[in-house]
């Protein structure tokens, strides 16, 4: 099956460039980076390899818009995002100059100020290395974590809320894995009632990379994290994303998760900065 094309401002910039300075042919990335394509250029428009068409005001609406990815359908774009009614939440892809991050009512759930997505998940995976074994996500989102985990990992199941979030992941290229790998089991749910269900000592690892706070108080609470205590492994380490620990909100996480984490039952909760949050043994 063929994917859509995607673009942001950063690939469209490149056709735009090329338009000014006269070129005929130029490559750009069909699919936020990942890949590269030659394109034709006209007066109209540009061309893709497969034949897909694209007019220079929907190249000039991206560019206009340096929030947003775009989906080619048609031979015109849209913008990839949707509500939610079942959250009430407003979802949309967001890109950045590498792997694009997902905004939640217009706020990122990835690190991007002096990183990208794609390192921020390798810094959180890199603290509970080696991934080994079978792994627990607990939230889904665009599914970098559980495709970086499963490299390594013999099956990692990860756990999403809102199916919204899957159909905005589905259009993202950097996603796929995610949808292709079949040691990745995707279950739908909210993480504080399907992590009951898991059998006592079922995982070696597990990553817990919440929303904030705000909008998902529950699991950062003592009584969830007695429940990945008892499903994790003895000896096994869970990542907890928790911010920025040097700032001044992020010290006042911080305190509180590790003293929940400790009455759940954690021998030791050391701080890892790097990764935003901290590792917890059992």
Not at 83 to 112: D, K, Q
Not at 192 to 206: D, L, N, P
């Amino acid at each position: 099956m063929e994917r859509p094309i995607v673009l942001s401002c950063f690939q469209v910039e490149q056709a735009l460039k090329a338009r000014r300075d006269g070129l005929a042919r130029v490559q750009i990335s069909p699919d936020l980076g990942l890949s590269m394509v030659a394109v034709t250029l006209d007066a109209d428009g540009i061309r893709f390899p497969q034949g897909t068409f694209l007019p220079w005001r929907e190249l000039e609406w991206i560019m206009a818009s340096p929030q947003s990815c775009f989906v080619v359908e048609d031979g015109s774009v849209r913008k990839i995002q949707a509500f939610s009614e079942e959250t009430n939440r407003f979802y949309s892809l967001m890109p950045t100059e590498w792997a694009p991050t997902l905004l939640v009512s217009g706020v990122p759930m990835h690190r991007i100020k002096d990183t990208d997505p794609h390192a921020d998940t390798l810094e959180k995976i890199k603290t509970i290395s080696p991934v080994v074994g079978r792994v627990l996500d607990t939230a889904t989102g665009l599914g970098y974590t559980a495709i970086e985990a499963a490299r390594t990992a013999e099956q990692v199941i990860t756990i999403e809320l809102d199916p919204t979030v899957l159909e905005i992941a589905r259009l993202n290229p950097w996603s796929q894995e995610l949808f292709e790998n079949p040691k990745i089991v995707q279950l739908i749910g909210d993480s504080f009632e399907e992590v009951q269900k898991f059998e006592e000592a079922s995982f070696t690892r597990i990553i817990h990379d919440p929303p904030m706070f705000s909008l998902a108080g529950d699991l950062y609470s003592e009584a969830f994290y007695r429940e990945l205590f008892r499903v994790l492994a003895p000896g096994g380490r869970l990542f907890h994303y928790v911010g920025d620990l040097e700032s001044r909100s992020g010290r006042n996480v911080v305190r509180g998760v590790a003293r929940r984490l400790q009455a759940a039952g954690f021998r030791r909760v050391v701080r890892r900065p790097r990764a935003f949050g901290v590792v917890a043994y059992k």
